[in-house]
Each structure stands twice: as C-alpha cells, then as structure tokens.
C-alpha cells in the first residue's frame, strides 16, 4: 500500500428514487499504482469490515473495452486525462491530500440504479432501432473477399467502431445528447460496402429511437468529443447529419 | 474409428473459414490491406501469417459484431434480452434441462424460467485465480451448477497462462491487464545474462537499456530458434517463469521479464527511411520514423502500458510477466454440444472442447463464433424435434420450488451470516493457492496441499463471511459471495484433476513430468500410453468426492508426436 492521503466526496443514492447527495469518505494508503477502481475496492473493502453499505459502482472488463465503468470525476467524464477510461485512470495523476469528487453520469436518458451505477440501455435500444447489418448466419455466405474494402474506408469505419457505448459523450453533453455514439454506429456501417444497401433505414430507425430515449439535441459543443475515451471524432456526427438529411430527403 | 473430440476440431476446421466471412458481412472492419483485400498476420504458435485481425481488438470487434447481430433479433423481437441477470441454477425435470433459476441483479427477485432447452455461453473459469485477465464479473456460477445438476466437467486443470500480461504492482491488484499477443511480433523478450545486471535493475541502480547488447540473455530466441518469440504460450509463460525463478526478473517482485521493441523499432526506421528516400539517415532520424511505424502498429497498446505503468514504452523496454488468461477445461459436450444432461448445451470456453490442453492464439474466438453461427443452429434442433408436442414448461412444478428454495436459502445464510471478512478477502487467499501450487508449475505434493487448504479458506468462508445489505437491492456483494462460494469448489476439483494427470501436456505442467535429457530437456513430458483421454468428472454431492470418467483419445490417421519448437 502507499501513502497517499485522499478526501473523497462521493455521490450516495440508495435507488433511483431516492434523492440522493454527496458523502465524504477519507481514505488513506492510497499508492499511486493504483488504479481509480481499485482505490474504491480498497475504500469499499474498509467500509464492508465496518459493516456499512459499500459504494455500488459499473466495472467489468477493467482494461477500456467493455464500457461500463462510468464515473463522472472532478467535473469530467472518465476522469483527468485524455483516451482513458475509468478503470484506466491511475491514481499517479493525483496528488496526496486531493479532494476529489465522484458522480454517476447524470442524463435523463441514463437513470441512477444505485450510487454510482447508472441504466444505460437505452443505448441496447437505439442499437435495437437499426444498428447492423441484416444477414442471417444461414451459411449462405459471400467471400469476405468478393468485395474489396479500400484501406481508407476500412480504417475510418474502424475508427468509428471503437465506440465501447460508454455513455461518456451523453455525461458530459451540456444537452445530454447521444450524438456520438448513435453517429459512430451509423458511420461504422454507411462506410462499408455491406452495410450500405440498409444506410437510409438505419439513420432515420436510429435518430428516431435516440430521440425517444430521452437523449437531447446536438449542439456541436464538442464536449463528446473531448471526453470519449476512444477518442471518436465530431467528423463522424458530420457524416450521421448527412446520411439522415440524404435518408430524409429522398424519403417515399 | 473417429472420436467424437477429433471429429469435433475437424468440423471446427471446416467452418472456421465462414467465419470471416459471417463476420465481414456484419460489418466487422477487419484490417485491409492496400488491395482492399483482407490483411493477415502472425500469432503465437505458427510460422506463417494467417491470422485476420482488427488492429489489437479483434475479441472486442468480433464482439461487437455479434452483438449488433443480437439486438437485430431484439429489435424484431425474436429474442427477449435479461440484462443484469444472473443464472443460479438449472431446473432438471425427469432427467431433461427444463428451466433455469435467476436472479434479476438490481430488484434481487428469484424468477423461474420455463424452457425446452438451456444453452450455456457463460465463458470460462479464469477468476478462480482472482487475478487473470478475464473481467471482473466473469465466473463459474452458471457452468458449476449445471455440473452439480449432473453435466460432466471435462479436464478442469487445463489452464492457459497468457505470456505477455503487465505485471503485478501491489496487494490492491483487481485483475491483470493483457497485452494483446500481437506484440510478440516484433517485440523481442529478454532478461540480463548476468544475475548482478538483474539484481541492480531491481534495485533501481540500473536500466534495462543500461544493459549491453552481449549482456542480454534472448532466451526465447536461444531455446526455441525455428519459432523464437513467437512460440506458444505455455511455453512462453513457463520460460518466463523459469528465468525469474532463477533470479533474472527486472521488476521489483522479481516477477518481470522485457518485451523490447527497439530492434523493431530500428529495423523499421531503416525501412521507412528507404520508403521516403532519405540518404545515409542519422541514427536520430531512423529511431524517429520506426517509433512512428510502431506507433501506428501498437500506439493504443503502448499507451494503455503508459497509462497503468507509468513509464514509456518508447523509451523503456516493457515490462511483462504471464497471468491466468484462458481455461480450455469446461462442461464435457459431444458433438451436438450437448452436455450430459439431455437438453442442457453448452458453447464457447464455457465448454471443454476443441483446444485439448492447449489453446492457440486466435481459436478462442474461432471456436465461440463456430459454436454460436454454425453448429448449435443445427444441433439444437435436432434435440428439440422430439419436444415438438411439449408444450409450455410448466414453472411452478415442484422442481422449480425446489430449486428456487435452495438459492433463497443460500443467499439467506449469505445475508445473516455475522462474519467479519469481506467476499474479496477469502477469493484472494483461494487465487493465491490456486496460482502457487496448481498454475504454471504443479507437483503432486503442492496439489495435495492446495485441496486442504482450500477446503479449509471455504469451511472459513461460509463461517466468517460478510455480505452487507439486502437481497432486495442491487448488491454487488452479494453477487460476488455466491460466485466465490462455487469457485471454492471448483479449486479442488481442478487441483484433483491435475493431481490425477500424471504428466505434463500444454497448460498443464508437472514439475515431475519433464524430459530429463536429449534435445527436448526440460520440456513437458507426455505420457500417451496412460493419459490420452479426456478427464471427464462427475459430481457425487460432495466437492473432492467426483467420480472420473474417461473418453479415449484415438488417432488413426496421425500419429501422436512431440512437437518440436526448437
């Protein structure tokens, strides 16, 4: 263990409809390898030997590729630092006697299940509406090859598909928009050759659902941007907007 | 006569290439070469480059493609999706899987679920050992009740141990980060030659770069020459492990050894430099261009090492060490999937097959995407063509109340139980047993060991474990004390299983098992004429008490050989 001395104001709320506040948890021994999950493991463990409720909080994968951890840390989506992840963020990039605060994501479209555990399936459902290609496994299948890929379009697709569905770009919109990543779908799939014949259906079915979920407009503040951990360009909104104006357009 | 485990691979083989293509038609962007066609590399184990891949997330985008695949059916709902759910127990009613009990994660209600057929895809068991790569929330829970409803567990010590893992800081360590195995394409591994080189560079008097070119000991390179670093990863890890043993590690554990790019980074700067037409480069102006060839390469990896380390790749040879990565033990299953429990199937890691004791890179995914795409389609249906006139599953058979009542009654002990130890403390005690004594090394006297003090942390843990809070809720506690409760069982099982090994075959390495002489010395010991069958374990009732049965192994057409990597 290290030596770092922390003062951490954490968000407590015992469901989604309680009302919820800050809380004030001290925690010492922090060292600076650690990573942010695991000072809360270290945290959480203290506070089951107490015998007091431990702080509920997403993680799974604990290396940025399943999405779910989502803490909103010191005003930021994922925390200081640039490409990461919550579990990614060491504890080096704080200094000894910080105060740190820590939120769940707040949008209306991601209700709070418990402290810091949000519902993001909202996300599922947007996916759901139209975010994919329409085969079978029926083993009726082309070569992976019949269709050349130009190298471009299969690395601008990769890109997008990056996109783990953390929900950092809505956390941290001022409108709560899930532009990002309904457009990171959308410009995965208008770039390859096999997912542009359902390319009009699939912007209008996605948008349309976004708008349902709750999820607010875009603005182009380029928060999303800024915060996503995958680093996913505002390029690729640009690219939704014209798929769903040319999907409107040439509407029957 | 054909096996049903080599006909199964063989099958494996015949749709594996579909596979690409399934996944191409969904829309997972695989690299691409300048051509527009599909880009392949090299991967551990092999000499030649065959593997598709998707920059250093090929797991993540094939994942991704079949979940936009699933919720396509969600959307039409064709599938009705249970997220935060977990499966405790599979109902078997008149010797046929009919149902499943689960818990809904965030109400904490017990619901009973009707079904003529149960399919498990709940992956492998690597978190017995608490620290692996796997992610936090992967477990044995759905797979381990499903044996002790009757569905055989087939080779559980069978253990793959991922060479290039970032090593172990602290005692706080959650889970251990893989480095994708692309990197042993270009990275070269080495440890200092001289044990005082070793010793300084733990104590931080000196650097690895500090370290002369003669001085570097490339062991794999220097056992292994025809595959170098590219060679399998239990061999790999248990190199790694044998030179860290002997006191070459570089890190402060001692458990480190380098993955170092800066030959690679060299040899591509002079490519690079060739490239662009630059005359007589200056040494500055290769490292340049070859740093930036890397980067493109393996930047997110080498960032994310930057990120959880500390220090820069670039500039510092990485340090790596092996972790827990992959079990290919799992429920037995015979050609249609089908576990001993009729109408109970079983796909992915979750189940035994296809990678024997030792899975190469890339053939987890091949094998999950087989089993899901192409063969329980089949399969399945052939089981369900008898329950045609079946009708609904009643759920409120006795079965069911039974079922139900013993998970109820166990999440009740959980929750009234007055201990004082977290669920963390006894799964962290468990994973340390199980990595010292049945991991990358195992002897009889050690297995022995294991399963006593294993039973010891779990009579321990059912007595002084703490779980805070009330079912009703969304209790993450509460979740981890029931899947830790079944990795305690399934330790003993796998320490039992490789106790009864007598020998050492691919993840599975018995220190008394090794070639004593000739040019294989040191190297795992098969032994063929008493051992080539699938351990196949049944459960009595009690944990240490399964019965083992045995599938014969049988090969007409090949014969069984050593493999050389020399």
């Known amino acids: 263990m290290g030596n770092m001395k922390l003062n951490l104001k954490i968000w407590r709320q015992a469901g989604p409809n309680d009302k919820g506040q800050m809380k004030d948890y001290p925690v010492s021994n922090v060292s600076e390898d650690m990573s942010f999950l695991e000072m809360l493991d270290v945290l959480n463990d203290d506070i089951v030997r107490?015998?007091?409720?431990?702080?509920?909080?997403?993680?799974?994968?604990?290396?940025?590729?399943?999405?779910?951890?989502?803490?909103?840390?010191?005003?930021?989506?994922?925390?200081?630092?640039?490409?990461?992840?919550?579990?990614?963020?060491?504890?080096?990039?704080?200094?000894?006697?910080?105060?740190?605060?820590?939120?769940?994501?707040?949008?209306?479209?991601?209700?709070?299940?418990?402290?810091?555990?949000?519902?993001?399936?909202?996300?599922?459902?947007?996916?759901?509406?139209?975010?994919?290609?329409?085969?079978?496994?029926?083993g009726n299948l082309v070569d992976g090859n019949a269709v050349p890929i130009p190298k471009d379009d299969a690395d601008k697709a990769f890109?997008?598909?990056?996109?783990?569905?953390?929900?950092?770009?809505?956390?941290?919109?001022?409108?709560?928009?899930?532009?990002?990543?309904?457009?990171?779908?959308?410009?995965?799939?208008?770039?390859?050759?096999?997912?542009?014949?359902?390319?009009?259906?699939?912007?209008?079915?996605?948008?349309?659902?976004?708008?349902?979920?709750?999820?607010?407009?875009?603005?182009?503040?380029?928060?999303?941007?800024?915060?996503?951990?995958?680093?996913?360009?505002?390029?690729?909104?640009?690219?939704l907007n014209r798929e769903y104006l040319a999907a409107t357009v040439t509407k029957e | 006569m054909i096996t049903v485990p080599a006909k199964r691979t063989y099958r494996l083989a015949e749709v594996s290439a579909n596979i690409i293509d399934q996944c191409v038609a969904q829309g997972v962007p695989f690299a691409r070469d300048y051509g527009g066609l599909l880009d392949n590399r090299s991967f551990g184990g092999v000499q030649v480059s065959r593997t598709f891949y998707a920059r250093g997330q090929t797991g993540q985008q094939l994942l991704l493609g079949a979940y936009s695949a699933l919720m396509r059916q969600v959307g039409k709902g064709a599938v009705q999706m249970y997220d935060r759910h977990e499966m405790l127990d599979v109902v078997v009613v008149d010797g046929k899987a009919r149902g499943i009990i689960a818990r809904n994660l965030i109400t904490g209600e017990i619901e009973r679920h009707g079904a003529h057929a149960v399919l498990l895809c709940t992956g492998g068991y690597g978190n017995v050992f608490f620290l692996s790569t796997n992610a936090m929330g992967s477990n044995v829970t759905a797979a381990w009740k499903a044996h002790k409803r009757g569905a055989y567990f087939g080779n559980p010590?069978?253990?793959?141990?991922?060479?290039?893992?970032?090593?172990?800081?602290?005692?706080?360590?959650?889970?251990?980060?893989?480095?994708?195995?692309?990197?042993?394409?270009?990275?070269?591994?080495?440890?200092?030659?001289?044990?005082?080189?070793?010793?300084?560079?733990?104590e931080g008097k000196k650097k690895g770069s500090d370290i002369a070119e003669g001085d570097r000991d490339y062991y794999l390179e220097r056992r292994y020459p025809a595959f170098g670093n590219l060679v399998p990863r239990d061999v790999a890890s248990r190199a790694a492990k044998e030179r860290c043993d002997a006191g070459f590690g570089v890190n402060k554990t001692g458990e480190a050894v380098y993955l170092d790019f800066s030959a690679a980074i060299e040899r591509y700067g002079k490519l690079e430099a060739n490239v662009k037409k630059i005359e007589n480069p200056s040494k500055e102006k290769i490292i340049e261009l070859g740093r930036a060839v890397v980067s493109e390469k393996y930047g997110n990896l080498f960032d994310m090492y930057e990120n959880i380390v500390g220090e820069n790749p670039y500039d510092h040879a990485m340090k790596i060490y092996p972790a827990v990565h992959y079990t290919m033990g799992g429920l037995w299953v015979d050609y249609n999937l089908q576990t001993t429990v009729p109408g109970l199937f079983c796909l992915g890691e979750a189940n035994f097959s296809d990678h024997g004791a030792n899975r190469l890179g890339a053939s987890a995914l091949m094998q999950g995407l087989a089993d899901g795409y192409f063969v329980i389609p089949y399969t399945v249906g052939?089981?369900?063509?008898?329950?045609?006139?079946?009708?609904?599953?009643?759920?409120?058979?006795?079965?069911?109340?039974?079922?139900?009542?013993?998970?109820k009654d166990r999440i009740n002990h959980f929750l009234n139980n007055k201990g004082t130890k977290p669920v963390d403390d006894f799964h962290r005690r468990l994973g340390k047993v199980m990595w010292d004594k049945c991991g990358m090394a195992r002897n009889a006297q050690g297995l022995q060991e294991a399963i006593t003090e294993i039973r010891q942390i779990r009579e321990e843990f059912y007595r002084d474990v703490r779980v805070p809070g009330k079912n009703s809720e969304f209790n993450q506690e509460l979740e981890k004390a029931g899947r830790v409760a079944d990795f305690l069982e399934l330790g003993e099982l796998m320490c039992m299983d490789a106790l009864n090994r007598n020998e050492?075959?691919?993840?599975?390495?018995?220190?008394?098992?090794?070639?004593?002489?000739?040019?294989?010395?040191?190297?795992?010991?098969?032994?063929?004429?008493?051992?080539?069958?699938?351990?196949?374990w049944e459960w009595t009732g009690d944990a240490g008490k399964a019965n083992l049965h045995k599938e014969a192994l049988v090969f007409d057409e090949v014969k069984l050989t050593q493999r050389s990597y020399k």
């Open chain 1, 50 to 138: 107490k015998g007091d409720d431990p702080i509920a909080f997403d993680h799974d994968c604990r290396e940025g590729i399943c999405g779910s951890c989502s803490l909103f840390i010191n005003g930021e989506a994922h925390g200081p630092g640039k490409g990461i992840t919550t579990c990614q963020l060491h504890m080096r990039r704080f200094k000894d006697g910080d105060t740190i605060h820590v939120e769940p994501w707040r949008a209306q479209a991601f209700p709070v299940i418990k402290d810091l555990a949000t519902n993001r399936s909202a996300f599922d459902r947007i996916q759901a509406a139209g975010g994919f290609v329409s085969i079978n496994t029926s």
């Open chain 1, 159 to 239: 890109d997008a598909a990056t996109c783990i569905g953390c929900g950092a770009c809505v956390a941290t919109c001022p409108n709560g928009s899930a532009m990002l990543f309904t457009a990171a779908k959308v410009s995965q799939l208008s770039l390859l050759p096999q997912g542009k014949p359902e390319r009009k259906r699939r912007a209008l079915a996605m948008v349309e659902q976004m708008d349902k979920e709750g999820f607010g407009n875009c603005s182009n503040t380029g928060a999303c941007e800024i915060e996503c951990p995958k680093n996913i360009s505002l390029e690729h909104i640009a690219r």
């Open chain 2, 157 to 202: 010590c069978y253990t793959q141990i991922h060479p290039t893992c970032i090593p172990v800081s602290g005692t706080h360590q959650s889970k251990l980060t893989l480095m994708s195995e692309s990197l042993r394409n270009d990275g070269r591994i080495w440890v200092p030659k001289n044990i005082e080189d070793a010793k300084a560079i733990r």
């Open chain 2, 382 to 407: 052939d089981y369900l063509a008898d329950d045609i006139r079946t009708g609904p599953i009643d759920t409120k058979r006795p079965e069911f109340d039974a079922a139900e009542k013993e998970q």
């Open chain 2, 504 to 536: 050492s075959c691919g993840g599975h390495f018995r220190e008394e098992y090794a070639e004593t002489d000739g040019p294989q010395q040191g190297e795992a010991k098969r032994d063929d004429a008493n051992y080539a069958y699938v351990a196949a």
